[in-house]
């Protein structure tokens, strides 16, 4: 990561408090800046003055093709995601198997989905749903919360999509805000991206595979 | 191959809806091309005229210099003796030059630049990087000088050169933006030098790295320069980075 900072408001960089910083790049605290001293003076005395420093160190940046290949992405998540959601919604599939039902969200039937989880006792897949009900909460965070704070918190950082809707801003409280919110959203679907190929591969790949592709499912 | 397909498609129906519409090369390379389909959409899809946020002085925040922050520094790979020269002699020998698709080409010098009506915004700063900063920039819009110049019908963008050497360049809807602006003044002062001294281009509705330190030159053209071997399309970086 070329920036490892993470931040809160508007603003944030190296000259800067940062909230968290992430140790997973040569640029984690490299230090490299020579001062070039106070850049403004506040009219409040209580407030420290705003410097400007150069950088001198040579820091990671792969962020041409990366980013390119972000946006890439982005357009086939919002094309495909959109047609998913839609489909999802008026063909009735997110509330035939995503909601859990009354008798799912009792003490006993939560305690008992974590138990098998945490036991590794996984259901040998039927190719489809009914989902249990960790499966469903997973899936309503990863369709209704996460991508869609991911798509929101990515397009307000565009300079351009923040200038015609300023409201983004203050939705999330600002560039910065928006960005670790991004980060954190990532953080969740790379969780949910391990555990899910994880529960596929343990409930019966060859069955879950060929479900989700030829739509071949065991009744039982 | 499916991929490529689409996008190509993709970026082919898009540029088709607005058909005087030119987008950069994109050397064979899937990534440029995606890179057009984003352009493309904002174009078709954001509003023109809409001005980045403002901010206050009370919002103005400590400002990394990156990049070159010296062209005259001699240990700099492109170090610029011309750039020493006038910085030596407190630019008063600087003079901006003004060519291409203009009735009238010609140089200004900052003297002449700061005597044009001025424009001041507190705005902020995205660099591609992932950090942000907040100043205050102070200097003349591009379409005054652009106008002065006599800008012809038939420019579509400006092409910028610096003094380290860059090569870059804007469409027209942003070229004649109001807060497209070359900066000779930061919160107050004057530019320093580490953030592009004599003269900065500011355009507040793409990424950092479009706004131009040390602008040495100012070409409008008929057709996208998107700069060729020196240019950001070639060595992997998206013209256009309203994202």
């Not at chain 1, 995503?98 to 305690?111: D, G, K, M, V």
């Not at chain 1, 991911?150 to 928006?178: C, K, N, Y």
């Not at chain 1, 960005?179 to 899910?196: D, G, I």
Request: with cysteine.
């Amino acid at each position: 990561m070329v920036h490892p900072r993470l931040y809160w408001g508007e603003v944030g960089n190296d000259l800067t408090e940062p909230i968290l910083e992430l140790p997973i790049s040569r640029n984690y605290k490299h230090g490299g800046y020579e001062s070039n001293g106070p850049i403004y003076q506040p009219a409040a005395a209580t407030q420290a003055p705003a410097i400007s420093a150069s950088r001198t160190f040579d820091i990671f940046n792969q962020n041409g093709w990366g980013r390119s290949l972000h946006f890439l992405a982005g357009w086939f998540l919002v094309i495909f995601g959109s047609v998913y959601f839609v489909l999802g919604i008026f063909a009735g599939h997110f509330r035939r198997n995503f909601l859990p039902s009354r008798y799912e969200l009792t003490a006993s039937s939560i305690r008992q989905d974590v138990t098998d989880h945490l036991r590794f006792r996984i259901r040998n897949a039927t190719g489809g749903p009914d989902y249990g009900l960790l499966q469903k909460a997973s899936y309503l965070g990863v369709v209704f919360l996460a991508l869609p704070l991911m798509f929101a918190t990515g397009i307000t950082m565009s300079p351009a999509v923040a200038a015609a809707f300023p409201f983004l801003l203050d939705i999330f409280g600002g560039h910065q805000s928006a960005r670790t919110v991004h980060f954190f959203a990532f953080a969740a679907l790379a969780v949910f991206l391990l555990v899910h190929t994880l529960m596929v591969a343990k409930s019966g790949f060859r069955k879950q595979i060929r479900g989700m592709t030829l739509g071949v499912k065991d009744e039982q | 191959m499916i991929v490529a397909g689409l996008t190509g498609v993709g970026g082919l129906l898009l540029s088709s809806c607005s058909s005087a519409e030119q987008l950069p090369p994109t050397y064979g390379n899937l990534l440029r091309a995606g890179d057009n389909l984003t352009y493309s959409a904002q174009r078709a899809l954001l509003p023109d005229g809409t001005l980045a946020r403002e901010y206050t002085t009370a919002d103005i925040s400590s400002f990394p210099a990156t990049g070159t922050v010296d062209p005259g520094d001699l240990k700099h790979p492109k170090t610029s003796e011309e750039f020493r020269q006038l910085r030596a002699g407190n630019f008063g020998s600087y003079r901006l030059t003004v060519e291409g698709a203009v009735a009238r080409p010609g140089s200004f010098s900052l003297a002449e630049l700061k005597s044009f009506p001025a424009r001041t915004q507190i705005t902020k700063h995205v660099c591609e990087e992932g950090w942000s900063a907040i100043g205050q920039w102070t200097g003349v819009p591009l379409s005054r000088v652009l106008y002065a110049a006599g800008l012809l019908p038939s420019a579509r963008f400006v092409s910028f050169h610096s003094y380290d050497d860059w090569s870059d360049s804007i469409d027209m809807l942003d070229a004649l933006h109001p807060q497209t602006i070359l900066a000779y003044s930061m919160n107050g002062r004057e530019l320093p030098l580490q953030h592009g001294a004599p003269l900065r281009l500011r355009v507040e509705r793409q990424l950092g790295y479009k706004s131009m330190k040390y602008v040495r030159r100012i070409v409008a053209t008929e057709f996208l320069d998107d700069g060729g071997d020196r240019g950001n399309p070639k060595n992997g970086w998206a013209w256009y980075v309203g994202i």
